[in-house]
């Protein structure tokens, strides 16, 4: 066995032992967590020093300023595509802006403000534990959510307000979790998130923005239902499901979950200097490659970070 394939393995088995922070008592999963990290943070290094180190040995140098010798065909050229997720969410993003939403565009690294206390996250929330969202050394935050754009669009739109208009924002952007990674689950991902604000707003406004983004993505009526959720950003807050319908694999008797939503709760405006007595709002988010999944009936997520140019080329 290479040392890569027994750091993966090793790997593997750590990941395993996440579960059982939920058997502890909770004021000792705060140190099995840490120390699970650390574990975690060292195995992923020697990990990366494994792979380089067996690519390094892999490849052999190619002179690209070399001319073809005489007599010698040209070799034939592979032109790069597109990649697929960019490709659907200009498709999305169209969607929402012909609806009258402004674009903003999601930040790589954040800080413990935007990604917890402005979204009304409690100090004791889980999301805040090491082991579910990920950290850099410097205290930064690889955003798990593009919730974490929802405190700057209000700031930054707020004027509209003022002057008697309304924020209409939506935030593309790619997210990092601490996943177990399968067929279903990514640990890096795309997202969009919504957020508008009017004096007037209503649930069955955003239901109906939904609805209308859904039947325009996949081109064809959509039945939508909704189930309770809990955001701590949203209140009241709602689960949205779609019926996949027979053009998209389903059989008429199939609902999905699609995306969380829910009206803005008065703290996260008042976070950003709206004043919740005047106005109310409605945000939502969901992911891209899920959605993107469902448009070409492909069963396995990872395709999408794969680096698997034969699946890339198909489109």
Same mark, same amino acid.
């Given at each position: 066995m290479s040392d890569v394939e027994q750091l993966k393995n090793e790997l593997k088995k750590l990941n395993s032992e996440y579960i059982k922070i939920r058997? +502890?008592?909770?004021e000792a999963r705060g140190d099995f967590g840490r120390e699970l990290n650390a574990k975690k943070q060292d195995i992923l290094q020697r990990l990366a020093k494994a792979e380089s180190a067996a690519e390094s040995v892999e490849i052999k140098p190619i002179d690209i300023s070399a001319p073809c010798a005489p007599n010698e065909p040209i070799p034939e050229l592979h032109l790069g595509t597109r990649h697929p997720l960019m490709t659907e969410l200009d498709k999305v993003i169209g969607i929402y802006a012909g609806m009258g939403f402004n674009v903003m &565009?999601?930040? =790589? $690294?954040?800080? &413990?403000?935007h990604m917890f206390e402005a979204l009304n996250f409690p100090q004791d929330h889980p999301a805040r534990d090491g082991y579910d969202t990920f950290r850099t050394a410097e205290g930064f935050i690889p955003p798990a959510h593009t919730s974490t754009m929802q405190h700057r669009a209000l700031k930054q739109y707020r004027k509209s307000l003022e002057q008697g208009? =309304?924020?209409? !924002? !939506?935030?593309?952007?790619? !997210?990092?979790r601490n996943e177990d990674v399968d067929a279903t689950h990514e640990h890096t991902f795309y997202q969009c998130e919504g957020v508008f604000v009017s004096r007037d707003?209503? #649930?069955? =406004? #955003?239901?109906?923005? /939904?609805?209308? @983004? @859904? &039947?325009?993505?996949y081109g064809q009526a959509i039945r939508i239902k909704t189930q309770p959720g809990y955001f701590p950003f949203t209140e009241p807050s709602a689960e949205l499901l779609i019926e996949k319908p027979a053009s998209l694999g389903g059989k008429g008797d199939g609902?999905?979950? #699609? +995306?969380?939503c829910g009206m803005i709760h008065p703290n996260v405006l008042e976070a950003a200097g709206i004043d919740s007595t005047q106005y109310r709002g409605f945000a939502w988010g969901g992911g891209i490659d899920r +959605? !993107? /999944? $469902?448009?070409?009936? $492909?069963?396995?997520v990872r395709y999408f970070e794969s680096?698997? +140019?034969d699946f890339l080329e198909e489109f």
């Open positions: 058997e +502890l008592p909770p &565009e999601s930040n =790589q $690294l954040d800080d &413990e403000f208009g =309304q924020i209409a !924002v !939506v935030i593309p952007g790619r !997210v990092f707003a209503t #649930m069955g =406004q #955003m239901f109906g923005v /939904l609805k209308h @983004f @859904f &039947e325009s993505y609902w999905l979950e #699609m +995306l969380g +959605l !993107v /999944l $469902l448009k070409y009936h $492909l069963n396995d680096g698997k +140019l």
